[in-house]
């Protein structure tokens, strides 16, 4: 975690030189708040990685000494093939119709349709050919 804390601190003291820059520059607020928030988050994250990377025992990718086999193990689990994304995609991009269109009882029906694709998504290694 020792080389994403020195990524996001990188990112920190540029984002600090930039905001004050771009105020006097544009004289923008919006943007300047908008920069300056972007500091401060940058900033809790580089305190947070770095806040961890010290108690806790270097990863293969923090060792100078370390080798490739170093990283080797299980990786997790990746599913097989699912239809259920796709019927979550269609079922939002028919709800965001129905909102655009004003169509509201398409809106009631792709709500429902989408409960029941998100449900067997969700759902998904509990029943049928991947349950486990």
Do not use: N
């Not at 940058?42 to 170093?70: N, W």
């Amino acid at each position: 975690m020792r080389a994403e804390a020195w990524l996001f601190g990188i990112c920190t003291v540029f984002l600090l030189l930039v905001a004050p820059a771009y105020w006097l520059i544009s004289g923008d607020p919006t943007g300047t708040a908008a920069l300056t928030m972007t500091f401060l988050l940058t900033l809790l994250v580089t305190f947070y990685l770095g806040f961890h990377a010290r108690k806790m025992a270097p990863r293969p990718e923090d060792r100078q000494d370390a080798e490739i086999s170093d990283g080797a193990g299980e990786l997790g689990f990746f599913p097989p093939f699912s239809w259920w994304p796709m019927w979550c995609a269609m079922t939002l991009a028919l709800l965001v119709f129905g909102v655009a269109m004003g169509a509201w009882w398409l809106c009631i029906m792709a709500a429902g349709i989408g409960g029941v694709a998100l449900c067997g998504w969700i759902y998904e290694y509990y029943v049928g050919l991947h349950a486990h």
